[in-house]
């Protein structure tokens, strides 16, 4: 009888124990849980979120269209003539660099901003669609075929110009055909997208495999394309097609390509010095070549968010 009161009195201990115990760890749990600090339990940190991230504003037009408005013909030695016509903005050759400034300098976002325009050289071998624009209290341009026409790139990044720095790229810009630029500012980044994008031909390559090319390109955007339709699209690009194919020459794939993109958090980002500082704050330039522009227009961009 002894004998099993003294176990009962064992199991009533070790049942004890064990209920502190799973107590004492319930407790210990329900300490690490609050020090996480999840919202639901401090609704106080809500208050310390940043707010959404608001949408760009609408594109607005540089150009009226039918004249120069807001803008006036930049005061280049030997310039060309300067007109619009049909709704575009003709920048013919001159004897060195023609162009046309922006006049309202109090209008203008210093950064976070894009700029958004078509170009096309009619005639010439150098840039034909060059945009100056600000870029915080300074201003940099940027040179489309320049250098014999086909450099790319941003003047100026730490005092080199758009021929030896790190925006340095080399397009093919036929003649008379349309290019799309979009511009991007921020405090953080320069960043340049152009359309259509350049396409370099492989060895052996044909037409059918070209097409092939630009299909599986579609389809990886979600794009499906018949063989009829993306040979369609390719030969409205490239005309001659059938020759730039067997030359391994560069042809073009319909859609934006981004081109540039340059950190200039802690680099010194300038005008090139000469006459092109005349652009400032805002124009577009051509060297000894017929430039046409349209569709330029400027759209703000939110603000990145800070936090606390």
């Not at 050289?121 to 250098?147: I, K, M, Y």
């Not at 397009?171 to 340049?192: A, C, H, M």
């Not at 579609?218 to 390719?234: M, Q, V, Y």
């Amino acid at each position: 009888m002894k004998t099993l009161t003294v176990l009962f009195l064992s199991l009533a201990l070790l049942a004890i124990g064990c209920t502190d115990f799973q107590q004492n760890q319930r407790n210990r749990a329900a300490q690490q849980y609050e020090n996480l600090n999840f919202f639901i339990q401090d609704t106080g940190a809500l208050a310390l979120l940043p707010p959404p991230t608001a949408q760009p504003s609408a594109w607005a037009s540089l150009f009226n269209g039918t004249d120069l408005t807001g803008w006036k013909e930049t005061d280049y030695a030997g310039r060309g003539n300067v007109k619009i016509e049909n709704g575009e903005l003709h920048i013919e050759n001159g004897l060195v660099i023609t162009g046309v400034t922006f006049t309202n300098n109090a209008v203008l976002p210093k950064t976070n901003y894009e700029i958004s325009y078509q170009a096309k050289r009619v005639n010439g071998s150098d840039f034909f669609g060059l945009l100056t624009f600000p870029v915080g209290n300074q201003h940099a341009s940027l040179v489309t075929g320049g250098w014999g026409g086909a450099v790319t790139g941003i003047s100026n990044i730490n005092s080199m110009d758009a021929s030896e720095n790190d925006t340095t790229v080399y397009l093919k810009y036929n003649q008379d055909q349309w290019f799309t630029f979009r511009l991007r500012v921020t405090p953080e980044n320069l960043s340049v997208w152009m359309t259509p994008k350049e396409h370099l031909i492989p060895l052996n390559a044909t037409v059918a495999s070209i097409v092939k090319a630009y299909q599986t390109e579609g389809a990886a955007a979600g794009e499906t394309l018949s063989a009829k339709d993306a040979e369609a699209a390719l030969r409205a690009l490239n005309p001659h097609l059938d020759k730039n194919i067997p030359a391994r020459d560069t042809i073009y794939f319909p859609g934006e390509a981004q081109i540039i993109d340059e950190p200039i958090k802690d680099k010194v980002v300038q005008m090139r010095a000469g006459e092109i500082e005349l652009s400032a704050p805002l124009g577009f330039a051509t060297f000894q070549s017929y430039g046409v522009i349209r569709n330029a227009r400027i759209r703000r961009l939110p603000e990145k968010p800070t936090g606390k």
